[in-house]
């Protein structure tokens, strides 16, 4: 049986950069990716910049991103004939997750965290005060503390009997990459009544396209394939953007039951980070860098745990805590912008027209709908 400090379940952005942060404060990282990467993942690929203040303490994370990367610096929204544009308060990058997940997983491996891609979590059994074993295909893996970072779905979490996994909500989420002439430096967002869409160049002559839309929208539009057909009448500042769908995916990338509230920091004994403690409403393009932040947050939190600076009560009231104080109120925020965007199309137009007329509305909610876990201390 092998044994670890830490076992992260999940190696998206959020678990490698735990591992890592993890691995460089002496303690023994096993880490969990039931994929192989590189791999498509279904996000608007905007990193904003608050994220790269936490990516910094990974050696040479931060020029690769900017290497392989778009810099973002304005912000487009439309809403009918309505559009008002804005300067962001600091530059964010366009990059794809094909490229940042397999990056920063491989810069976990390389600071010395036992990396074990294609191999699923299939139970977790423990406790903070006992350890924990967790069982995988042919093997079972003790360790200290396990950290989840297995996103806003998961059948681990399902089989945690998490109370809230798996919840029906109104909306669905779809992204396709499609060919556009127009070079950008902007992200995008339409709204289509009901939904909107974020658009952003993720490489020359390509845009990454992001709806979320409510479901009974895609119905009518009668599949993922027919989608933006159906949304280009209802914005056209949108089906100016793009044209053919480029031939990156093979069919469009859609997922359901997505919820905007923060869900608990622990279960069953077991650390949350990143969309399994709480999923920020994805049109405030911040969900990367919270996924990052909150990473960061749980493994300062952790590394005091197992120095024996802390015990494991003052380990989880302290990380919900400060995950609080830092996330709930971007949260909220993000969840009023975005209610304005999926509500009744006036809603949205007298949105848009207040932030053309009155540009410093939008930074204000750039950085209201912002986090980052610099500068807290456990306990």
Avoid at 100 to 128: H, K, M, N, R, Y
Avoid at 134 to 149: D, M
Avoid at 294 to 309: I, M, P, T, V, Y
Wanted: charged share 20%.
């Amino acid at each position: 049986m092998r044994e670890y400090d830490v076992a992260i379940v999940g190696g998206g952005p959020a678990g490698s950069v735990a591992a890592s942060l993890l691995a460089r404060g002496g303690h023994s990282v096993v880490l969990l990716e039931k994929q192989h990467f590189p791999q498509h993942k279904l996000c608007g690929e905007f990193l904003s910049p608050e994220a790269l203040d936490v990516l910094s303490a990974l050696p040479g994370v931060v020029e690769a991103i900017k290497n392989e990367g778009r810099p973002v610096t304005s912000l487009i929204l439309t809403a009918g004939r309505e559009r008002a544009n804005a300067t962001l308060p600091s530059p964010g990058t366009a990059i794809t997750r094909y490229v940042l997940d397999a990056l920063l997983f491989e810069t976990a491996g390389a600071g010395g965290v036992e990396l074990s891609p294609g191999i699923a979590a299939q139970e977790i059994i423990g406790t903070l005060d006992d350890g924990f074993q967790v069982n995988v295909f042919g093997e079972s893996i003790r360790a200290r503390i396990v950290i989840g970072t297995f996103g806003r779905t998961s059948s681990v979490e399902r089989r945690l009997n998490r109370h809230d996994a798996g919840l029906p909500s109104p909306f669905v989420a779809l992204k396709q990459y499609y060919n556009t002439s127009i070079e950008s430096d902007a992200v995008e967002i339409h709204a289509v009544g009901g939904g909107y869409c974020g658009v952003v160049n993720i490489a020359p002559q390509v845009a990454n396209v992001c709806c979320l839309i409510r479901k009974e929208m895609l119905k009518e539009a009668g599949g993922a394939e027919a989608l933006l057909a159906y949304l280009k009448p209802q914005s056209p500042a949108l089906g100016r953007r793009l044209d053919e769908p480029a031939d990156i995916l093979e069919r469009p990338l859609a997922v359901s039951n997505l919820h905007f509230r923060p869900r608990a920091t622990f279960h069953r004994d077991v650390c949350l980070a990143g969309d399994a403690a709480g999923m920020i409403a994805p049109l405030c393009g911040d969900g990367m860098a919270m996924a990052v932040s909150s990473a960061d947050l749980a493994a300062r939190h952790a590394s005091s745990f197992l120095r024996g600076e802390i015990d494991a009560g003052q380990f989880k009231s302290g990380y919900a805590s400060d995950w609080t104080r830092q996330f709930r109120s971007s949260m909220w925020t993000a969840r009023q912008v975005q209610r304005m965007f999926v509500g009744r199309k006036a809603a949205a137009s007298l949105g848009v027209r207040s932030a053309s007329f009155a540009p410093w509305i939008v930074g204000q909610l750039f950085k209201a709908t912002r986090g980052t876990a610099r500068g807290l201390t456990p306990g």
